[in-house]
Nanobody, 125 residues
């Protein structure tokens, strides 16, 4: 089992920045890839990005504004969010899977085995 705990959410003005953290514990050898997803009220869950081995993937809506990184020593993944927009408002979740996600699979939420509890990000206009 892998436990994931997100932190770093909050309220920020449009144009601001936040950094989310996702700390993994437990059987972290089962977390080869880590993804970030978000869900806004009344909307479906959306894949934001993922880091798999040395590869990073991003949704078009966040490309150039968000950056995913991972500190293997700390078993923590990060989502640096810059130039935030009101439409980025959502609950953000990190997730882990036991394989190396590819460019065609990183968006598939049902392929992630472990999920964090989520952290709220609110961007005011």
């Amino acid at each position: 089992q892998v436990q994931l705990v997100e932190s770093g959410g909050g309220l920020v003005q449009a144009g601001g920045s936040l950094r989310l953290s996702c700390a993994a514990s437990g059987r972290t050898s089962s977390a080869y890839s880590m993804g970030w997803f978000r869900q806004a009220p009344g909307k479906e869950r959306e894949a934001v990005g993922a880091i798999a081995w040395t590869y990073t993937y991003y949704a078009d809506s966040v490309k150039g504004r968000f950056t995913i990184s991972k500190d293997n020593a700390k078993m923590t993944a990060y989502l640096q969010m810059n130039s935030l927009k009101p439409e980025d408002t959502a609950v953000y979740y990190c997730a882990a899977r036991g394989d190396i996600a590819s460019g065609s699979t990183w968006r598939n939420s049902n392929e992630y085995d472990y999920w964090g509890q989520g952290t709220q990000v609110t961007v005011s206009s």
